[in-house]
């Protein structure tokens, strides 16, 4: 009886070291802390802009265009409609950081299925996969986005989509990659000698291998996806006016830079916020998630 009380109370202070281990490293991750804080703040001042702003970001003020920034009740400052530029800055958070997130999540999904197929089926599959993923790699995506908008016309969901089917091979072949050394370990070998199907493998072995790179990449994914789809939307291929989004606010603040800089200063800082905060939490969750932290 005192035996078994001894190794659970040591079964126990051993969960408690791993528990402050893990406590302590994720206290030590500057990224995770620096990134996650800037995403956190991003998104709940998205989600909260009619709390933080009474304003409507599409009323016009054509008596006040062109405010500097630091004008009492304006802040900001106002576009060339006099429309509040904090307010649209709120408010284009929702559609900027939401088409990133989705066309992170529809690239990075489709690329695991295409890389986890193609890395562990056999040559023929993986052929053909392969040889399609350089079809879609000979696109721009910028000529991509411009198909996609001809054949449905110009809107948020169709460039996010544009930039997500023009960024999945680069995501399957990464994915490839992993799955191609993951193969040769040792216990893989061994499920496949004793008869386990490829199906359970993939499901049971290879995936769960994979997934803190698919975390930590899917995030990393999202800021570029944000650059992308402000890009779209910056020559007019996205989001379309009044909706409030920041490559859209950049593309009408160019005319005015000579006048007034700070209508493009602030949009442009959000979308480099945005950018650095989900790639350092990218890298955070990837030194946490990583075989070699635990």
């Given at each position: 009886?005192?035996?078994m009380?001894?190794e659970?109370?040591?079964?126990?202070?051993?969960?408690?070291?791993?528990?402050?281990?893990?406590?302590?490293?994720?206290?030590r991750?500057?990224?995770?802390v620096a990134?996650?804080?800037?995403?956190?703040i991003?998104?709940?001042a998205?989600?909260c802009?009619?709390?933080?702003?009474?304003i409507?970001?599409?009323?016009?003020?054509l008596?006040?265009p062109?405010?500097?920034?630091?004008t009492?009740?304006?802040?900001?400052?106002?576009?060339?409609?006099?429309?509040?530029?904090w307010?649209?800055?709120?408010?284009?958070?929702r559609?900027?950081?939401?088409s990133?997130?989705?066309?992170s999540?529809i690239s990075t999904?489709?690329?695991v299925?295409?890389g986890?197929?193609?890395g562990?089926?056999g040559?023929f599959v993986?052929?053909?996969?392969?040889?399609?993923m350089?079809?879609l790699m000979?696109?721009?995506?910028?000529l991509?986005?411009?198909?996609?908008?001809a054949?449905?016309?110009?809107?948020?969901?169709?460039?996010?989509l544009?930039?997500?089917v023009a960024?999945?091979?680069?995501?399957?072949?990464?994915?490839?990659?992993e799955?191609?050394k993951v193969?040769?370990?040792?216990f893989i070998t061994?499920s496949v000698a004793?008869?386990a199907s490829?199906?359970?493998?993939i499901?049971r072995h290879?995936f769960p291998?994979?997934?803190p790179?698919?975390i930590?990449?899917?995030?990393?994914?999202i800021?570029?996806m944000?650059?992308?789809?402000?890009?779209?939307?910056f020559?007019g291929f996205?989001?379309?006016?009044p909706?409030?989004?920041?490559?859209a606010?950049?593309?009408?603040?160019q005319?005015?830079l000579?006048?007034r800089?700070g209508?493009?200063?602030?949009?442009?800082?959000?979308i480099v916020?945005a950018?650095?905060?989900?790639n350092l939490l990218?890298?955070?969750?990837k030194k946490v998630?990583?075989?070699?932290?635990?």
């Amino acid at each position: 009886m005192a035996n078994m009380l001894e190794e659970i109370s040591e079964v126990d202070i051993g969960s408690t070291n791993v528990k402050h281990k893990r406590s302590r490293r994720l206290r030590r991750n500057g990224y995770l802390v620096a990134g996650g804080s800037i995403v956190a703040i991003l998104v709940l001042a998205s989600l909260c802009a009619p709390l933080i702003t009474p304003i409507n970001p599409n009323i016009t003020e054509l008596s006040a265009p062109l405010l500097p920034i630091g004008t009492p009740h304006h802040w900001l400052g106002t576009d060339s409609l006099g429309r509040d530029q904090w307010t649209r800055i709120l408010y284009g958070g929702r559609t900027t950081l939401l088409s990133g997130v989705l066309a992170s999540l529809i690239s990075t999904g489709i690329g695991v299925v295409f890389g986890i197929l193609a890395g562990y089926s056999g040559w023929f599959v993986d052929t053909i996969i392969m040889r399609f993923m350089d079809i879609l790699m000979s696109f721009p995506f910028i000529l991509l986005a411009i198909l996609i908008v001809a054949f449905w016309g110009p809107s948020t969901f169709h460039a996010l989509l544009a930039i997500a089917v023009a960024n999945v091979p680069f995501f399957a072949r990464i994915i490839r990659s992993e799955v191609l050394k993951v193969k040769e370990l040792e216990f893989i070998t061994a499920s496949v000698a004793i008869g386990a199907s490829q199906w359970r493998i993939i499901v049971r072995h290879v995936f769960p291998m994979l997934l803190p790179y698919i975390i930590s990449t899917l995030f990393m994914n999202i800021g570029f996806m944000i650059s992308q789809t402000s890009a779209l939307s910056f020559l007019g291929f996205g989001t379309q006016p009044p909706t409030a989004e920041w490559g859209a606010m950049l593309a009408e603040a160019q005319t005015y830079l000579s006048v007034r800089p700070g209508v493009a200063i602030a949009p442009g800082i959000a979308i480099v916020v945005a950018v650095v905060g989900f790639n350092l939490l990218g890298l955070g969750l990837k030194k946490v998630l990583s075989p070699s932290a635990s």
